[in-house]
């Protein structure tokens, strides 16, 4: 436990100083490698700590660093902020329909404030809960946030620790959940000094980002405080509903108790605390249920677990791009398990791993799956950050938003998709250090050269325009044809949460494909999904039905024949008797 006053966890330091200014005062050894001592410290007061007389370093559970990675931590008062949502009451996953934002990006200030000017826009148009990209404090003036090293301090640039609960409660006050992102597998290189307090970092592993986190080696136990302290704090004193764990199948741990399990069970307790919902999300393209699966079943006891699979059926589906890591969804039953099951790849061989992958995913229910059309990772991670409004038809388009406002599994949107944006989402960076910016220019290039992409067409991450490209273009839902888009995405929201059938856990999923003609069927109960991915029209004999719920102008009813132009989709209900479908 960490003592109370300023202190720091340094288990191999022979000396800890704190340093406030020029001066500095020598703390004292406490129990399991803790130091402390020193005055009193205010709200803005600006500290640091020297560890065996080397320079002042910031405070590795810094809540706030207005300088920047390098400079000295200040004292965050969290008694101060006055919260208004005494009447908030947690959100819960299944049901809920999310969406992905980077708030660098995703209005013109920039900001956590400006991120409130437009949650009227999310409220009409229908989602539950908001995802925001990770905000830890991270070097530069942009970035993704995935290279974060002070994992306690909200960014400053985006209104630090005062702005973002700001955010939280003005979600809070118009009934939207707030989602966290976290990374726990790795840190950022530039600004990260744990290291030079204790053994926070280890080699026996490797992420493919930067040093794995000790998480079971000599001395671990202060390092998994560290991160399950974290995950309690963001719960705790910033009130969000749910952390969504980044990559969490590379957080490495062969130790008895999973660090993942221990912070499953400790988030339970402050969420029985707390008297509401604390929800944690593993992204993980593993294909293993045990992250989603309670602890007296073997599993981690964390709430849900993402899908790619979902995604890359249905985008092979949708573009045949059959390249790099989508060449495992060439084959139509690879969609339609995915559609029915939430993962296609359940003990099956694949031919980009060149193995075995998967698990079944029967023990999990609906809701746990988090599936997406696009997300921050399959548009940035693109060449260009085209997003599926680039690569196909906006009629396609309109086919997947149907697709994903009708699974059973938990919908993700990503920032401006509901409206079609033509804004890309690019990879961007700011590093002040040659050699390091240098090292992510090449291995961008390098990583698209063998996807077959013209690396001197791969902007600069480093470059502002590359960053400036990126940001959503909010009078674009003012123009007819995204209009038309968004009108779309909040008519089958709406249509998701009002229909009986639609939704997880309301009725099963048979998905059916005919790759001679390209239609795309999907039961839902009394409701029926109609996809022409086809070169042809197609006449499809459709079922007796209530309401033809949504469907493109284009599609033609002619007694119970439907026409469907290609690309066109059409979301059915069935009306009950013995000639339903």
Same mark, same amino acid.
């Given at each position: 436990?960490?003592?109370?006053?300023?202190?720091?966890?340094?288990?191999?330091?022979?000396?800890?100083?704190?340093?406030?200014?020029?001066?500095?005062?020598?703390?004292?050894?406490?129990?399991?490698?803790?130091?402390?001592?020193?005055?009193?410290?205010?709200?803005?007061?600006?500290?640091?700590?020297?560890?065996?007389?080397?320079?002042?370093?910031?405070?590795?559970?810094?809540?706030?660093?207005?300088?920047?990675?390098?400079?000295?931590?200040?004292?965050?008062?969290?008694?101060?902020?006055?919260?208004?949502?005494?009447?908030?009451?947690?959100?819960?996953?299944?049901?809920?329909?999310?969406?992905?934002?980077?708030?660098?990006?995703?209005?013109?200030?920039?900001?956590?404030?400006? $991120?409130? /000017?437009? =949650?009227?826009?999310? @409220? +009409?148009?229908?989602? !539950? *809960?908001?995802?925001?990209?990770?905000?830890?404090?991270?070097?530069?003036?942009?970035?993704?946030?995935?290279?974060?090293?002070?994992?306690?301090?909200?960014?400053?640039?985006?209104?630090?620790?005062?702005?973002?609960?700001?955010?939280?409660?003005?979600?809070?006050?118009?009934?939207?959940?707030?989602?966290?992102?976290?990374?726990?597998?790795?840190?950022?290189?530039?600004?990260?000094?744990?290291?030079?307090?204790?053994?926070?970092?280890?080699?026996?592993?490797?992420?493919?980002?930067?040093?794995?986190?000790?998480?079971?080696?000599?001395?671990?136990?202060?390092?998994?405080?560290?991160?399950?302290?974290?995950?309690?704090?963001?719960?705790?004193?910033?009130?969000?509903?749910?952390?969504?764990?980044?990559?969490?199948?590379?957080?490495?741990?062969?130790?008895?108790?999973? $660090?993942? /399990?221990? =912070?499953?069970?400790? @988030? +339970?307790?402050?969420? !029985? *605390?707390?008297?509401?919902?604390?929800?944690?999300?593993?992204?993980?393209?593993?294909?293993?249920?045990?992250?989603?699966?309670?602890?007296?079943?073997?599993?981690?006891?964390?709430?849900?677990?993402?899908?790619?699979?979902?995604?890359?059926?249905?985008?092979?589906?949708?573009?045949?791009?059959?390249?790099?890591?989508?060449?495992?969804?060439?084959?139509?039953?690879?969609?339609?398990?995915?559609?029915?099951?939430?993962?296609?790849?359940?003990?099956?061989?694949?031919?980009?791993?060149?193995?075995?992958?998967?698990?079944?995913?029967?023990?999990?229910?609906?809701?746990?799956?988090?599936?997406?059309?696009?997300?921050?990772?399959?548009?940035?991670?693109?060449?260009?950050?085209?997003?599926?409004?680039?690569?196909?038809?906006?009629?396609?388009?309109?086919?997947?938003?149907?697709?994903?406002?009708?699974?059973?599994?938990?919908?993700?949107?990503?920032?401006?998709?509901?409206?079609?944006?033509?804004?890309?989402?690019?990879?961007?960076?700011?590093?002040?250090?040659?050699?390091?910016?240098?090292?992510?220019?090449?291995?961008?290039?390098?990583?698209?050269?063998?996807?077959?992409?013209?690396?001197?067409?791969?902007?600069?991450?480093?470059?502002?325009?590359?960053?400036?490209?990126?940001?959503?273009?909010?009078?674009?839902?003012?123009?007819?044809?995204?209009?038309?888009?968004?009108?779309?995405?909040?008519?089958?929201?709406?249509?998701?949460?009002?229909?009986?059938?639609?939704?997880?856990?309301?009725?099963?999923?048979?998905?059916?494909?005919?790759?001679?003609?390209?239609?795309?069927?999907?039961?839902?109960?009394?409701?029926?999904?109609?996809?022409?991915?086809?070169?042809?029209?197609?006449?499809?004999?459709?079922?007796?039905?209530?309401?033809?719920?949504?469907?493109?102008?284009?599609?033609?009813?002619?007694?119970?024949?439907?026409?469907?132009?290609?690309?066109?989709?059409?979301?059915?209900?069935?009306?009950?008797?013995?000639?339903?479908?």
């Amino acid at each position: 436990m960490r003592p109370a006053g300023r202190s720091v966890w340094a288990p191999y330091a022979r000396t800890v100083e704190l340093c406030l200014g020029a001066e500095r005062v020598g703390l004292e050894p406490q129990v399991g490698g803790w130091w402390a001592g020193g005055p009193h410290l205010q709200a803005g007061d600006r500290y640091a700590f020297s560890v065996n007389g080397g320079p002042p370093r910031p405070d590795p559970r810094s809540e706030s660093q207005p300088d920047g990675v390098h400079e000295s931590s200040a004292v965050v008062d969290h008694h101060s902020h006055v919260w208004n949502d005494a009447d908030w009451r947690g959100f819960e996953l299944a049901g809920a329909v999310l969406y992905e934002l980077h708030v660098g990006t995703f209005t013109p200030a920039g900001t956590f404030d400006g $991120v409130v /000017e437009h =949650l009227e826009h999310l @409220v +009409a148009l229908g989602v !539950d *809960a908001i995802e925001v990209m990770p905000i830890a404090e991270f070097p530069g003036a942009r970035g993704w946030g995935y290279d974060g090293v002070d994992l306690y301090a909200p960014r400053h640039a985006y209104g630090g620790p005062d702005g973002f609960k700001r955010l939280v409660d003005a979600c809070h006050r118009a009934g939207l959940a707030v989602i966290l992102d976290v990374v726990y597998n790795h840190l950022g290189p530039a600004g990260n000094y744990l290291s030079e307090f204790g053994p926070y970092f280890t080699d026996r592993y490797s992420t493919g980002w930067g040093a794995a986190v000790n998480f079971d080696g000599p001395d671990s136990d202060g390092v998994r405080r560290y991160v399950v302290d974290n995950a309690l704090l963001w719960f705790r004193e910033y009130h969000v509903d749910a952390l969504r764990l980044d990559a969490a199948d590379v957080i490495h741990d062969h130790s008895a108790r999973h $660090v993942l /399990e221990q =912070l499953g069970e400790e @988030v +339970a307790e402050l969420s !029985d *605390a707390l008297g509401r919902p604390c929800t944690l999300i593993a992204e993980s393209a593993r294909n293993d249920p045990r992250f989603a699966l309670p602890v007296w079943s073997g599993g981690f006891g964390l709430h849900a677990v993402w899908s790619d699979d979902w995604h890359h059926g249905v985008h092979v589906a949708l573009t045949g791009e059959t390249g790099g890591r989508f060449v495992d969804y060439g084959d139509p039953r690879l969609l339609t398990a995915a559609l029915s099951a939430g993962w296609a790849y359940d003990g099956r061989y694949s031919r980009f791993r060149r193995r075995v992958h998967g698990r079944s995913p029967r023990q999990l229910m609906d809701h746990q799956f988090i599936v997406c059309v696009q997300n921050h990772d399959q548009v940035g991670n693109r060449a260009l950050g085209e997003r599926i409004g680039h690569l196909v038809p906006s009629a396609r388009a309109r086919a997947a938003a149907a697709l994903l406002l009708t699974t059973p599994f938990t919908p993700m949107l990503f920032q401006g998709e509901e409206w079609g944006a033509a804004t890309p989402f690019l990879y961007f960076t700011d590093h002040s250090e040659a050699k390091l910016a240098a090292s992510i220019r090449k291995g961008r290039r390098r990583e698209f050269s063998t996807w077959g992409s013209d690396p001197a067409q791969v902007p600069d991450p480093q470059a502002e325009k590359t960053f400036r490209r990126s940001c959503l273009d909010w009078s674009e839902p003012e123009a007819p044809e995204h209009a038309e888009m968004l009108r779309w995405y909040t008519r089958l929201i709406a249509l998701r949460r009002a229909h009986p059938d639609l939704g997880p856990g309301k009725a099963a999923v048979a998905a059916d494909f005919d790759a001679a003609t390209g239609l795309l069927r999907v039961d839902r109960g009394q409701c029926l999904v109609l996809v022409n991915l086809g070169a042809d029209e197609l006449a499809v004999l459709a079922p007796p039905f209530a309401e033809l719920l949504a469907a493109d102008e284009a599609v033609r009813s002619v007694g119970r024949m439907l026409a469907l132009p290609p690309d066109a989709v059409a979301v059915l209900t069935r009306s009950p008797g013995p000639e339903a479908l």
